[in-house]
């Protein structure tokens, strides 16, 4: 194919198409024409002035919003009468794939993405922090799905970065920009697109039980005032995160389809991606049967030797100190034992608390939790989120270990009503056997009902956030700025993960090992009399696996 043609509108609210040959933005990019270099300058400047006042890039982004709209676009995937996904005319073969925030990592992404024998473009993002990455595809609507997947699995594996998923839409918006080293291979080779991954069964001959999903949603959301048979208005689950008024239809929840809960708000948008991975998780849960793929099956029966506890523990330890800087060896000790705690949880009777804070930002607080999500058993890794999302996500068979990011933002208001709830939850859940109850359903069938609430949790955030009640359940993690003498091995989460693969496996056998939870469960560490009952009680679990575990 020796010409692609594009659909470009001149801003984001321009609702007119016009086409034209892919390969003229090339040069548009490389030199920025007449007002568009200037444009994007603009917005690189604007970034650098917020960012250097408050240093938080999403506040930075927002301040750029406005002037990014305004900018010329192109719609890479072919021509469209309008911009939307039921519009396209003809498929260009090019899919473009937004790889956002690389910020010290973009040259190095930059130079792994020219390997790519299917690259036909690259460029600087108009904020200058992120690079689009045009790639050819098949020239074909129907196979647009499985040429995303292909894209997305091969620059992961070629680059460990994550594409916006937002670029599975054929009619996805680029934004143009001025790079004058933009990339481009006229004779890029095709990507093979990826079949449609295997879905679950639906039961029931795939008939959606309304009733049921909307008891779910009631149980997870608390009242809803339904308007139809799949939709209502509901309290937003982040309505403590809004920055302006709250109006009674500003969060609408949707059953039909995929459900999703809806907000006009954008500052809340992080405990609405956990509240809808909830509800299409319960959801799911009683309306499908996963597929058995044999061949995994018999791959998860090799088996696994774990080594000694006490190498197993400093492999542990080794694996936190390579990403996160700790003030004291103690530290990293702690968080290693618990890290193995989450894997014998059954064996103990209370759970201590993490608490990790710093003073200020960019201390390690939320790289220690994605380290960590890592290491733990189950681990369910999240930011903010409400006390409706929390004590949902417990499951008595089968143990969450909740991680739970900028916890500062729960308890920035005073009195305030969600903050109460997630400290009641948090207060129970350090024992076994605790309970949160809730008042669940609406009208004439308002119920009690329990909810589990003991797991392992770890907690972060800026200062000595927590409430008194929940400090008195936890271990105190204080971290500091990294020095330049002192820094920690930057984190990138696909090497991560690959080589966290052994000790992983090595954890899981060795708390399967038979009697090992009966021996734990039996144990009697000696506990500092310094401590208060209740620090013993909460510290025991952690003295028991070191006792195991042996040395000083």
């Given at each position: ?126 904020g ?45 918006l ?10 481009h ?106 597929p ?25 330890e ?32 209370y ?24 290491l ?40 305030d ?60 993690v ?55 009952d209740r ?18």
């Amino acid at each position: 194919m020796n010409e692609q043609t594009v659909s470009t509108v001149t801003s984001a609210i321009d609702t007119v198409p016009r086409d034209y040959d892919a390969r003229r933005f090339i040069g548009t990019i490389r030199t920025g024409g007449k007002e568009l270099r200037g444009r994007v300058e603009l917005i690189r400047e604007t970034l650098q002035r917020e960012l250097a006042i408050h240093g938080d890039a999403k506040r930075a982004k927002v301040a750029a919003a406005e002037l990014k709209k305004q900018l010329p676009a192109v719609l890479w995937s072919g021509t469209f009468t309008k911009c939307a996904n039921d519009a396209l005319v003809q498929h260009s073969g090019l899919l473009c794939a937004d790889l956002d925030s690389l910020n010290g990592e973009l040259s190095t992404v930059r130079e792994k993405l020219l390997k790519s024998p299917y690259l036909w473009t690259l460029f600087k993002s108009p904020g200058g922090d992120g690079l689009k990455a045009v790639f050819r595809v098949p020239a074909d609507q129907t196979k647009h799905s499985g040429s995303f997947r292909a894209v997305e699995r091969h620059v992961r594996e070629l680059t460990g970065a994550q594409v916006d998923q937002a670029c599975k839409d054929v009619a996805r918006l680029c934004f143009l920009s001025y790079d004058p080293g933009i990339y481009h291979n006229a004779n890029a080779r095709e990507i093979e697109p990826l079949p449609e991954p295997e879905k679950p069964h639906p039961i029931n001959n795939g008939m959606v039980n309304l009733s049921e999903r909307q008891r779910i949603a009631t149980e997870l959301m608390g009242t809803i005032d339904w308007k139809t048979a799949t939709s209502g208005f509901v309290v937003c689950p982040g309505k403590h995160f809004h920055t302006s008024g709250d109006g009674e239809r500003d969060c609408v929840i949707n059953l039909d389809k995929s459900p999703t809960v809806h907000c006009f708000h954008n500052s809340c948008s992080g405990i609405r991606e956990c509240v809808n991975y909830t509800l299409r998780s319960l959801i799911g849960k009683t309306e499908y049967v996963a597929p058995t793929n044999t061949a995994k099956v018999e791959a998860r029966k090799e088996t696994v030797t774990p080594r000694p506890l006490s190498a197993l523990l400093e492999a542990v330890e080794g694996f936190l100190r390579r990403y996160v800087v700790f003030q004291y060896p103690e530290q990293a000790e702690v968080c290693a034992l618990w890290a193995i705690h989450t894997w014998a949880f059954n064996a103990f009777d209370y759970t201590p608390y993490l608490s990790v804070f710093a003073a200020e930002k960019r201390s390690g607080k939320s790289r220690l939790l994605e380290v960590l999500s890592l290491l733990v058993c189950n681990a369910r890794l999240t930011s903010g989120s409400s006390s409706a999302a929390l004590i949902r996500s417990v499951d008595e068979d089968n143990p969450t270990t909740i991680l739970l990011d900028e916890v500062d933002a729960v308890y920035s208001k005073k009195n305030d009503a969600e903050a109460e709830n997630t400290r009641q939850f948090l207060n129970a859940g350090f024992r076994r056997g605790a309970k949160f109850l809730r008042c669940v359903g609406q009208g004439g069938a308002l119920e009690v009902k329990e909810f589990p609430a003991f797991c392992p949790k770890a907690l972060s955030g800026i200062g000595r956030c927590l409430p008194d009640t929940v400090l008195d359940r936890s271990l105190p993690v204080e971290l500091v700025r990294q020095s330049r003498d002192d820094r920690a091995k930057r984190f990138r989460e696909r090497e991560a993960e690959a080589n966290v693969t052994t000790i992983r496996a090595e954890l899981e056998a060795w708390a399967q090992q038979p009697g090992l939870i009966d021996t734990l469960r039996d144990a009697r560490p000696a506990l500092p009399e310094e401590l208060t009952d209740r620090q013993q009680d909460y510290c025991e679990p952690l003295l028991a696996i070191a006792d195991m575990a042996g040395g000083d």
